[in-house]
């Protein structure tokens, strides 16, 4: 079955420290990723997704299609990073599935 | 542009009675959303439109849920009766084209069960 695992549930590090939220997925075929993230307060939006190869406020997320990851990375966490973040592949043109999120603490 | 709109905002019910939430997406998108959120379960994918066609509906947990979506500038989603399980946060999101494309969310609607 189609699955994608956040295995931090609460992920907490300091102002400046590097960042890098696990986001495992099983899906035989090749899917397209997205992390989607929800700071306080605000509606859940899309961060960034793997086809753009882009990087979105200092993050990027890397496919590893070996080990089936995208973890998504930052060398310098800053405090305006605290939020929740979701991980979420693609297995379809119509949708989504979505991991169970991580929620980023950064204390100054 | 507002973006996706829901209402209400917060429900607060008793178990059995009939609960009705409601969404308008982002003018010009083709599909809509429908999501749970909950602690023990995260995010769930309830059921999705495409042109206010009801796509896939295999998340919607029981026939207690149902939901319609009349024209392309509205949607609702029922629980009748509700229970103190159906408690959490409901959330609509739209996009155009396919999956691939932003999904654009709604704030939620906070979903209490007594």
């Known amino acids: 079955a189609q699955r994608v695992t956040q295995p931090e549930k609460l992920l907490s590090v300091f102002k400046g420290a590097p960042v890098e939220l696990k986001c495992n997925y099983s899906y035989s075929g090749s899917p397209e990723l997205f992390w989607y993230v929800q700071y306080s307060r605000q509606r859940l939006q899309l961060l960034l997704r793997?086809?753009?190869?882009?990087s979105i406020k200092g993050f990027t997320a890397d496919l590893n299609k070996g080990e089936t990851s995208f973890h998504l990375k930052k060398p310098f966490a800053q405090e305006e990073d605290s939020a929740m973040y979701y991980c979420?592949?693609?297995?379809?043109?119509?949708?989504?599935?979505w991991g169970a999120g991580t929620k980023l603490i950064i204390k100054p | 542009d507002a973006g996706v709109i829901q209402s209400p905002r917060h429900e607060v019910t008793e178990m059995g009675q009939e609960v009705t939430l409601r969404c308008k997406p982002i003018?010009?998108?083709?599909?809509l959303f429908w999501y749970r959120q909950t602690m023990m379960r995260g995010l769930e994918l309830l059921i999705y439109?495409?042109?206010?066609?009801?796509?896939?509906d295999s998340g919607m947990p029981e026939d207690r849920f149902s939901a319609k979506m009349p024209n392309a500038s509205f949607s609702t989603l029922k629980i009748q009766p509700s229970e103190p399980r159906d408690s959490a946060v409901y959330f609509c999101a739209s996009s155009f084209g396919t999956v691939r494309d932003t999904q654009y969310f709604g704030p939620g609607t906070r979903l209490t069960v007594l």
């Open positions: 439109f495409n042109n206010n066609v009801p796509i896939d």
């Open positions: 793997h086809i753009s190869r882009e």
């Open positions: 979420a592949p693609a297995i379809s043109n119509y949708q989504l599935i």
């Open positions: 003018s010009g998108h083709d599909y």
